[in-house]
């Protein structure tokens, strides 16, 4: 059974910073592209940060050069370290998994989901 569970949500000042951690398992992780995704409330989903099967990364123009994904592979785990917060930040952030390549966003599998807001 496939499973994703977030976790490092919280609440944060602007300039703070936050670490998100996604715990997953049931599937090859080799043959999938993992991200990380944002919702807040009213806007469109967006797709934060990808990083795929031959561990190349990408990233929003939003997030650039502020947040970094990472995968541990021993460890299962897919991170979104998050420096510089800004309160536009703020939202639910989810991992994914898609298989093959990170072009679409069609992702099959997700997790619940772990809330970040950001205070001015």
């Known amino acids: 059974q496939v499973q994703l569970v977030e976790s490092g949500g919280g609440s944060v000042q602007a300039g703070g910073s936050l670490r998100l951690s996604c715990a997953y398992s049931?599937?090859?992780?080799?043959?999938?592209?993992m991200a990380w995704f944002r919702q807040a409330p009213g806007k469109e989903r967006e797709r934060v940060a990808t990083?795929?099967?031959?561990?190349?990364?990408s990233y929003a123009d939003s997030v650039k050069g502020r947040f970094t994904i990472s995968q541990d592979n021993a460890k299962n785990t897919l991170d979104l370290q998050m420096n510089s917060l800004k309160p536009e930040d703020t939202a639910v952030y989810f991992c994914?998994?898609?298989?093959?390549?990170?072009?679409?966003?069609?992702?099959?599998?997700r997790g619940q989901g772990t809330q970040v807001t950001v205070s001015s």
């Open positions: 049931g599937f090859n992780y080799r043959n999938y592209c």
């Open positions: 994914a998994a898609r298989w093959s390549t990170c072009v679409s966003n069609e992702y099959g599998y």
């Open positions: 990083i795929g099967r031959d561990g190349s990364m």
